[in-house]
């Protein structure tokens, strides 16, 4: 009996040595454990983060931390952010920053190379993101953010058009040259010249609503024709617009107007997705945010589900863009719970959770996801939303930003409507631009 007793305590021994020896621990020590901890989260109201919601438990089982997500629209989180963000005190221990606000918070915000290491996660590999979209949680060198969502401008093109053998003759008859996805603006404006004047669709479908949405428009063109608007040179901000190529790029995007659906000047994006999948003449070819692509393919919303290329926007004369609308993830300075924040960020940013998010339909920054063979053959603009991050450019970041975008709506739509001369207009944009650049002490 006795030496069964002693087998038992040796037993007892050995399991409680093995379990101290599993969790790290050391004689009289109590096995480690994760301390609990809650952190507060404010995003933008959409598909993306919306979707990780549902991943949320297994974050906090692999960490013990507990996520608060509040989600407000684009224009509250902003709102939000200035009010709850300070240097002494945060109400929220993680942030999404629209990037054109990057500036306006980047005071208030933890360096990335000051980010603890990950204890569960580890820290987001720069390179797992597409140098000109990792740019966009960049502030004056510093980098602030990890960019967390590939929101750019892709390229959609009606597929049944361009494959149609009667179109496809008529076309190479005319012009000499296969009629397919738009590479550049010259095949960009004949092969939507050719569908407007025969009568089968719009040849494009412009974007004339909100002011941001004129202004990355307006960027578009300019960097196409090898102009930037607003640059930061020499620690300040200063209109570095080339005319005679701003006016190249009004011009040719007025051309493209002459071939637009009906009502084309004051066209937002509702307007838009009506012109393209509801009506039954449609649409040639035009850009699209990643976000809305799910509508458009959705048979119950689009006539045009599952006949649309995807790619990268046609290029310029004198160069290639697609503007970038993303969001970067920040921790404020003054979060007191800096590790556990970066933990969520490193988690949200991984190729795992990247992976999961892409099959249900968002788009992540990380590249290696969106060109993941897996994903691509079901999902065919993942591969076009990649080849956009090569060309990614973004629209003039500081904190007036509002108020030039007002600028350029105004005199941008005067000009391609036809309401101003096009020379006019670019120049009222700079003086008005300056103006505003000098107001405030730039």
């Known amino acids: 009996m006795k030496s069964k007793i002693t087998l038992l305590v040796i037993v007892l021994m050995a399991l409680t040595a093995i379990t101290a020896f599993a969790m790290g621990g050391k004689d009289g020590d109590a096995p480690a454990a994760i301390p609990a901890r809650t952190i507060n989260v404010l995003l933008w109201d959409d598909p993306?983060?919306?979707a990780l919601i549902d991943m949320l438990p297994e974050f906090t089982a692999a960490t013990n931390i507990t996520v608060n997500i509040e989600m407000l629209q684009p224009p509250q989180v902003l709102t939000k952010t200035a009010v709850s963000v300070t240097e002494t005190s945060t109400d929220y221990d993680v942030v999404g920053i629209d990037e054109g606000n990057v500036p306006v918070f980047a005071s208030l915000l933890l360096p990335f190379d000051q980010w603890s290491k990950g204890t569960v996660y580890p820290k987001t590999?720069?390179?797992?993101?597409?140098?000109?979209?990792?740019?966009?949680?960049t502030w004056n060198g510093v980098q602030l953010g990890v960019p967390i969502n590939g929101n750019l401008y892709v390229w959609m093109t009606r597929k049944d058009l361009i494959e149609n053998p009667e179109y496809k003759a008529q076309f190479k008859a005319k012009y000499g040259y296969d009629l397919g996805v738009p590479k550049t603006f010259k095949e960009l404006l004949e092969m939507g010249t050719f569908f407007y004047e025969n009568d089968i669709a719009a040849g494009f479908g412009p974007f004339n609503g909100g002011p941001a949405g004129v202004l990355s428009e307006a960027v578009y063109m300019w960097e196409s024709y090898g102009t930037k608007f607003i640059d930061?040179?020499?620690?300040?901000?200063?209109?570095?617009?080339?005319?005679?190529?701003?006016?190249?790029?009004?011009?040719?995007?007025?051309k493209l107007m002459a071939i637009s659906p009906k009502g084309a000047e004051t066209m937002a994006h509702v307007e838009r997705q009506a012109a393209f999948a509801a009506d039954p003449k449609g649409v040639f070819s035009m850009f699209i945010w990643p976000a809305q692509i799910a509508a458009y393919e959705d048979p119950a919303k689009s006539l045009v589900a599952g006949k649309i290329a995807y790619s990268a926007p046609p290029a310029g004369p004198r160069g290639q863009a697609a503007v970038t609308g993303a969001w970067a993830i920040a921790i404020p300075k003054a979060s007191k719970n800096q590790e556990a924040a970066a933990e969520f960020v490193y988690w949200w940013s991984s190729?795992?959770?990247?992976?999961?998010?892409?099959?249900?339909?968002?788009?992540?920054?990380?590249?290696?996801?969106?060109?993941?063979?897996?994903?691509?053959a079901s999902k065919p603009h993942l591969p076009a939303l990649a080849a956009s991050m090569e060309v990614a450019a973004s629209r003039p970041r500081f904190k007036e930003i509002g108020q030039v975008q007002d600028v350029v709506?105004?005199?941008?739509?005067?000009?391609?409507?036809?309401?101003?001369?096009t020379r006019e207009a670019i120049k009222a944009i700079v003086k008005e631009t300056n103006d505003i650049l000098k107001k405030a002490g730039y």
């Open 48 to 50: 993306y983060p919306k």
């Open 125 to 137: 590999d720069p390179d797992s993101v597409t140098p000109k979209m990792y740019s966009i949680g």
């Open 232 to 254: 930061y040179v020499n620690g300040t901000f200063k209109v570095v617009l080339d005319e005679d190529k701003a006016v190249e790029g009004i011009e040719f995007y007025k």
């Open 351 to 376: 190729k795992s959770v990247a992976d999961r998010l892409v099959q249900l339909n968002t788009i992540p920054a990380r590249t290696e996801s969106l060109t993941n063979p897996a994903f691509t």
């Open 409 to 421: 709506k105004k005199y941008w739509v005067m000009g391609i409507t036809g309401a101003m001369d």
